[in-house]
């Protein structure tokens, strides 16, 4: 190949050098005239760490004066600048060192500033005036373990998904100052977008300059030769090893708890240390001991289930009703027992075939009803007993349980709804012409004289039945258990 065809890749190269450097810089590494150097001079501020300080003038230093505008805030201000300096150390880190095994573990005891600021904000005590800044705060808080995240997601994805978190409470804020021009409207109003844009700042420096994860110095010096610098706003390591194993080291920052939980001071002792110590017949819990005055404890469970058996035993009795209203031409019968008439039979006497009678949670009763009537219904009885002479219209069942109706004359239609337990008495002379509309019920039963015989005869109302989908549409016969 010659040197003229070798002319337009010469030039492809070239470019690709050039972005690669150009690259380099960005992130904070040395160029490529300074390889033989091993780590950044102390004077230098890398690119990605200029960026973050720009943010801090241009994003957070707005937020945090709005929350020190808002009188029932306090610190909270400050504490949040606390965190952003703390991350800022952790991007200072990256700059300088060389991205160690055990990213999380080896950053963690440089984050301790931003835990404590973190716990300080938690335990705060605010005015609930101010319980929606503070979950909108503690909700843009999660953004700040981007620091010891690696892709997927993407720390920038993760910063700015807090966002529809954090806006659910300042929207609440915004709403309640809407529409007022007042200093304190204004500055809450200033308290939301500034914090929106916030979130909004610090997921475009993470895309730009920590895609995948936070960008280390590929040769930086190893992480446990740092030395935080003043102007870095962390506090110097504690003891700093070369790298920190994973299995002394919390695994997140959320981790604070699981840290204090694990941890023994120096002299050996341990989170139970200074407790008294409670012998053997201190102990009331073992099977064996017995006290005259301990008292008897009962626990919450037997407490509940001993109302809900008292609050069974307390039946509401009212008075039984036998009334007739003209307006409708109708007979309201209600709570009637066999206790509540004399001979325990209340007797309804009907003047005009167009009345109509409706009994109502009636037990134990038997409720007779003499003369032609217009229709009858039963909603809610319990073991009770009907007898009436002829309906023009129907017999409703509806909600019952163990109800026996007879009927001495014609009725045409028995409606049967909701009941367990219902049987029916025709006379000869009725035989042929009633009919029965039945739904979600069960144990019912018709009985009625068979005149050729002479013998009372009895058969159950179908509740089984067979389905068939033929030519395109449905079909239903009773079951074979009713043949």
């Known amino acids: 190949m010659t040197m003229k065809e070798l002319a337009p890749l010469e030039g492809a190269l070239e470019s690709i050098l050039n972005r690669l450097a150009f690259l380099e810089n960005k992130i904070g590494g040395c160029p490529p005239s300074a390889v033989a150097s091993t780590v950044v001079e102390d004077d230098e501020v890398a690119p990605a760490l200029s960026a973050y300080d720009e943010h801090i003038q241009n994003s957070l230093t707005p937020f945090v004066e709005a929350c020190n505008g808002i009188t029932g805030l306090k610190e909270t201000g400050s504490h949040i600048h606390d965190i952003w300096m703390g991350l800022r150390s952790i991007v200072e880190i990256g700059t300088k060192c060389q991205k160690p095994k055990d990213v999380q573990g080896s950053i963690m005891p440089f984050l301790k500033p931003v835990q404590d600021a973190i716990g ?10 101010y319980d929606w ?31 529809g978190s954090s806006d659910f409470w300042a929207n609440k804020i915004r709403k309640e100052y809407k529409g007022k021009e007042d200093k304190d409207a204004k500055m809450n109003r200033a308290f939301c977008d500034n914090m929106k844009k916030l979130i909004t700042d610090l997921s475009a420096y993470a895309k730009e300059y920590h895609l995948s994860g936070l960008m280390w110095n590929a040769r930086g010096m190893p992480i446990g030769d740092y030395k935080p610098s003043s102007s870095s706003g962390s506090d110097p390591a504690p003891a700093a090893a070369p790298e920190a194993t994973p299995s ?14 694990l941890k023994r001071t120096g002299e050996g002792t341990s989170a139970a240390t200074g407790l008294k110590k409670v012998s053997r017949e201190q102990q009331t819990w073992r099977k064996e001991f017995k006290s005259d005055t301990a008292a008897t404890t009962v626990k919450p469970s037997q407490i509940k289930a001993s109302q809900k058996i008292t609050a069974a035993k307390k039946v509401v009795t009212r008075a039984p009703k036998k009334e007739f209203i003209p307006v409708g031409a109708k007979w309201i019968v209600e709570h009637q027992t066999k206790d509540s008439n004399p001979n325990g039979v209340c007797v309804i006497e009907i003047k005009n075939p167009k009345e109509q009678v409706y009994i109502y949670k009636c037990e134990n009763a038997t409720i007779q009803i003499k003369g032609k009537l217009k229709s009858v219904i039963l909603d809610s009885c319990v073991k009770s007993n009907l007898v009436f002479e002829s309906a023009i219209s129907s017999c409703e069942v509806v909600n019952c349980k163990r109800i026996q109706i007879q009927s001495t004359g014609i009725c045409p239609s ?10 029916v008495y025709l006379s000869a002379e009725a035989v042929p012409i009633s009919g029965f509309v039945t739904s979600k019920s069960s144990e019912m039963n018709v009985s009625w004289l068979d005149e050729k015989s002479g013998e ?22 009773v079951s074979d258990l009713y043949h």
């Open 456 to 477: 009372q005869k009895e058969a159950p109302i179908p509740e089984q039945f067979v389905h068939k989908l033929q030519n395109g549409s449905i079909t239903s016969d």
């Open 248 to 261: 002394s080291t919390p695994s997140s920052v959320g981790n604070v708890m699981k840290e204090l939980a």
């Open 120 to 129: 300080k904000i938690r335990q705060a005590h605010l005015d609930r005036k």
């Open 133 to 163: 800044h503070i979950k909108a705060i503690m909700e843009m808080l999660v953004c700040a373990s981007w620091v010891v995240m690696s892709a997927p997601p993407a720390p920038s994805t993760f910063i700015k998904d807090t966002i």
């Open 414 to 423: 028995y409606s049967i709804d909701k009941t367990d337990g219902c049987l």
